[in-house]
């Protein structure tokens, strides 16, 4: 089964770069469709989850353009999302910084700063192993 990653932000050469960095550490044995889409809005982000329905899902916490943020993202999913996914937010902040804007949303079970993807991706190949 192939696995389906979203990569959702406002800024154009992070989602770029996230995207090759998957490309770069993710196994070529398990199959993997990667997709990054620009969304300036929180509520852009919920319609393209729902167009994706995403197995993993990288989210930013700031929308230029928008009052609300990646948290209110991840409460929704919390609310709403129907099936298992994984969440990791990305962000210049420091990892502790990122747990205290995430704080409350329980989906959001990652944080993802520099060259952290390679060990997130470690970790949802093992977690697919294992179901």
Known sequence: MRMQILIVGDHGPTLEKLESRIA????????????????????????????????????????????????????????????????????DNTEEDLRQLFSGAECVKYFIRGDRIKDFIEDCITKDKAE
Not at 37 to 47: G, L, N, P
Not at 59 to 67: G, M, P, Q, T, V
């Open 24 to 91: 770069i550490f993710w196994p070529p044995d398990i199959p993997v469709k990667t997709t990054a889409v620009y969304c300036a809005w929180a509520d852009e982000v919920i319609e393209t989850l729902t167009e994706y329905w995403p197995d993993i899902l990288l989210l930013n916490f700031k929308f230029r353009h928008d009052e609300r943020t990646g948290k209110d993202v991840a409460l929704w999913i919390d609310q709403n999302y129907r099936q298992p996914i994984l969440v990791a937010a990305y962000s």
